[in-house]
Every structure is written in C-alpha cells, then in structure tokens.
C-alpha cells in the first residue's frame, strides 16, 4: 500500500480533486483501498500572483495558503494516481507544488 502526499496551489485543487474521481483508477479502486483527505495549509510555494500572498503572524513572514492532500492506495495504482495529479495541478510554474509517494509498512481498517 502506498500514501500519496501532494502540496497544490489553491486555484488547482477542486480540478486535481475532480479528475481524482473521474479517474478509471478511482473506480477500479472500489474495494475501499484509497482514501482521500484534503487539508488547507500555509506553505512556501511561489505565489501565482499577489492574491495568494498572505502574511503569517504565527511565522513572521509571507506565505501561501496551499492545500495538501494526502491518499491511501493499492500499490498498483500509485504511479497513475500521482500521473493524474501532477498533470492536473500543474500552473505553468516550474515548481507548482510536490507529490510524495511513501511506502506503507502496516494498515488496518478501523470497522
């Protein structure tokens, strides 16, 4: 099994979030074996324009409010999950966010 960490510039997520679910691997899936959560977060990616700029007081500098999603999967359908969210969230930048894909040693469901 796979966790998938992605960092997206706000304007992205709805549309990375959409093709997610439309995705032939989000149906194949359908044993329950991904799970997906979506947190808004402040980060360091370069702002698209001065809209996104914020200031943190807690931080004592500027940052981006980004969101960060993170998935569990099947290990085989790790590389097409993170093909459609690198493709989907991309921004024209060079850096327009991240994807991390970490091996998971244990899960369990919680029923």
Same mark, same amino acid.
């Given at each position: 099994m796979?966790e %998938?960490?992605? &960092?997206? @510039?706000? #304007?992205? =997520?709805? /549309?990375?979030i *959409? ?6 691997? +989000?149906?194949?899936g359908? #044993?329950g /074996? @991904?799970?997906?959560?979506v &947190?808004?977060v402040?980060?360091s990616l370069v702002?698209l324009d #001065? *809209?996104?700029k914020?200031y943190?007081?807690?931080l004592?500098e500027?940052?981006v #409010?980004? &969101?960060?999603?993170?998935? @569990?999967?099947s290990d085989?359908?790790?590389d097409?999950?993170?093909?459609? =969210?690198s493709r989907?969230a991309? !921004?024209g930048?060079? !850096?327009?966010? +991240?994807?991390?894909?970490?091996d %998971?040693a244990?899960? =369990?469901?919680?029923?």
């Amino acid at each position: 099994m796979k966790e %998938i960490k992605a &960092y997206v @510039h706000s #304007n992205r =997520i709805a /549309d990375v979030i *959409a093709a997610l679910k439309a995705s032939p691997v +989000w149906s194949d899936g359908g #044993n329950g /074996d @991904h799970n997906l959560t979506v &947190y808004m977060v402040k980060g360091s990616l370069v702002p698209l324009d #001065n *809209a996104e700029k914020r200031y943190s007081v807690e931080l004592g500098e500027e940052v981006v #409010n980004e &969101y960060k999603l993170e998935m @569990h999967c099947s290990d085989e359908y790790a590389d097409q999950l993170v093909e459609v =969210i690198s493709r989907v969230a991309r !921004t024209g930048q060079v !850096t327009a966010g +991240w994807v991390y894909v970490i091996d %998971i040693a244990k899960a =369990i469901r919680v029923g």
